[in-house]
């Protein structure tokens, strides 16, 4: 799966295309992103903090797409845990994700965001069920 | 603490006001708000399900919001973590939350998404740090 | 399904034995546990406090066997989160949990532990695995 | 901070010392742990698999005790969480934990369970509240 097929995939998604995600590096355990810093993720104008739950979709997603080369599409998620370590100032986010455990009935994926000093920001968890395999499966 | 008071603060923040939140009811305990659907929200246009990080922004917004009565102000999350229980096709969502432990130096908060037919479409629950109390505090 | 017949359950597990469960009351939404209290639940003798794994093994318990009525055996937990609010002290613990949603593939079910002076110990959720359903399935 | 001290506290701790806990390592990031397997761990005598419980106490043990070098005694556990990876079969298991997140308020730890053949039965987090930093503080 190549950097080009994962983009391609992003760029289709409304949420994910306007999060500005660019895609760094990805292979079997691990994938690396950027998100593009927008006035929008803002939580409040005084501390100019970036919302919890942009961070939370950051995790979500790279936790999920870290699984891609496996399974070959996203795949639902069962539920996310977030730790929030530091508060996010106006920037561009790093989001690195690996594989925790890569099950036949569902995956559990890590994912941390760092700001571009490589301070961490936020990590988490999430748990993704995994595709049935088909049987005489044939092209949709 | 009045339903305007509370909106007034959601509308100046750039995250939630693109949330399109709308508070419904507040009291000490609990927290209804509605939130109105927009494209970006959108992870995947085959399927139009509204993106998880969508789904645990309402939650973490509502579990912090529902110490807005208590505390007076928007509190820092520690932590966070959402259950996806449903797929949410495009619309509106009722966002409920309730104080599951109002503590002195953490309180642990719980918010429930629903569609406009009353169904479930994801819960969780977040921790949230209580400010100290100030000796001798001066209007800031 | 009877008190007696989760009570038997129960008691042929050497943990939950240890754990001196006794079933209060059970339905398809909800189940009441009593939990007997002994020494080597401390985890420090000058606080005397009980240890969070044994609140844990509680909560994951009984959210797990809130589905008893509708699966009728206990089924696999796939993760477990808790929150602790209070300190246990030296006693006996109630334990309440309550179907969140019940799903075809996992179920999310909520725990709650309280003190004999009903004061909440803790809290937390499990997620379950759902048993395929078996096609022309014989008594086993 | 020695094994033999970190032992110390372990040994006088009733759960602690029914975990069977012998420290391998420590050091600032890291803690190995060997809980030793007994008869009462079982949830089921006819899968003989290791309670859930089982497996969060030790999680959360080592979570904690990964601070135990910085903070000097164990801490507070905020919340828990616990994925569950493989059924952990009778024998003794392996545990390692690191630091997340050393904070001031709180830190968040993970820690991973192993069976003896090093294949991952179960991991996880925990938040602990730090200690507050005590001024002229003496020796308790």
Known sequence: MSIEQVQEVIDKGPYLSWL????LSIDK???EVRATWREE???NLKLMQTQGGI??????FAADFVLFETVGKPVPTIDLR???HRMAKPGDLIVKAKVIKLGKQFS????YI???ENKLIASGRGTYVMPVPEVN???S
């Not at 500005?20 to 895609?23: F, M």
């Not at 559990?108 to 994912?111: G, R």
């Open 20 to 23: 500005g995600l660019k895609v």
């Open 114 to 116: 760092y700001d571009l």
């Open 55 to 60: 961070l939370a979709a950051l995790i979500d």
């Open 82 to 84: 977030v730790d929030y």
């Open 29 to 31: 355990e691990t994938i």
């Open 108 to 111: 559990v994926c890590e994912a």
């Open 41 to 43: 993720w803002v939580a």
């Open 137 to 139: 499966a044939k092209p």
